[in-house]
């Protein structure tokens, strides 16, 4: 049996984990940027950003202010386990604490902050059942000055791939310096506008140096991201050749009259951390 208190302790550590550290491949690909790039103001913006990473992992301390609001992707395999939302849910309010994290989910309208990042359907969790012999959680803080820039188009079928590129690359024109650049892009296309937003989401779980196993899908990647890269935009907002890190893209079949595209914008602080728990009850972190 998983318990309650296992799922709530795994919840703060990836909080932890998360808000404090990059994954890999996003410091690696930071720091390639960074050899690359001849502009000295965006050199000087990404030497910033590295030499500011660094000091948060040595201090365990977040790599920014804003640490997000928590969003979390669970796997569900052949366990048994506890009540993983109300597990979930501490483990956040603990980790508010604990981290810190700052309090940034509020009512959206009243705009109320109960102040421990928890409320009405956040932390947001996204639920998947697997055949696997562990339960698997993802933890994805994410930062408004990057979400606010995602975007939702409704093409007609008609406008086709040349159509998804237009409008991937004038979201990422329209956000400017907004989501802190050098970004990563993830892109959703088909299934209905909710479909296309979320998999435009869950586009960004993926490493930057995994391309999609579909050639044609892989070959779009590359294309969005050496013609965003082209764009000028750079680090910050500067000007240089690193407006994005990587571009991902996940699609599903969608109605023969629909081409929805979604756009989601991760800012360079890429936040995610991962976990499983086993049967046992042992914690291991991805
Ligand atoms: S967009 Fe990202 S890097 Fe910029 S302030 Fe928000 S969380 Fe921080």
Known sequence: MITEEKIKEATVGLLQRASTTLPSDILAALKEAYEKEDSPPAKMQLKAILDNVDIAGKNTKPICQDTGVPLFYVKIGKVYYGDIGKAINEGVMEATKKVPLRPNAVHPLSR????????????????????EPWLEIIAFPKGAGSENMSALAMLVPSQGVKGVKEFVLNTVVKAGSNPCPPTVIGVGVGGSADIAMKLAKEALLRPITQRHEEPEIAKLE?????????????????????TVLGVNVEYAYCHTASLPVAVNVQCWAARKSSCRIHPDGKIEYL
């Open 222 to 242: 590359t294309e969005l991201k050496d013609a965003l890269n082209m764009l000028g935009i750079g680090p910050m907002g500067l000007g240089g050749r690193a």
């Open 112 to 131: 109320k902050n109960p102040g421990n990042n928890v409320g009405r359907n956040m932390p947001y969790i996204n639920y998947k059942v697997t055949g």
